[in-house]
């Protein structure tokens, strides 16, 4: 089976949800039923895959999304390693759940240090930063689709 590419996307109309998948945290954003602009809409950590995927595919149906994009993080040479491969099995877990609505994955390159870059802009420390940089990340990952999806 072909895996799904955003541009596959453009099949589909209604709101996407952005996932930045994380061992521990998994960020959340969600777009407007327009497709315009992604916002953050926080992070789930249920613990493991099986039930982080669970608990995502219940967002899904939560915020009514017709598609999901997962975030694929690849080496700065366009390589993948053991997350990328992490991030494919959460994404075939997670299509598994949602009967028929697309997930799709996008290259996540330079989103961390992207969110990171600005949260230090915004003196955002500690506790609080642990809480946004993964939300903030889903937000970049799921904006760059939606640029991606209008171009």
Known sequence: MNETTVMDLKETSGRILGVDFGDTRTGLAVSDIGRFLASGIGYVSPGGIEKTADKVADVVREQKATAVVVGLPK???GSEGFRA???REF???LRARLD????AM????MTTMSASRYLNETNTRGTKRKGVIDTLSAQIILQNALDRLKN
């Open 75 to 77: 080496n700065m040479d």
């Open 85 to 87: 491969d992490r991030c």
């Open 91 to 93: 994404a075939a877990l």
């Open 100 to 103: 028929g609505i697309p997930v």
């Open 106 to 109: 996008m290259d996540e390159r």
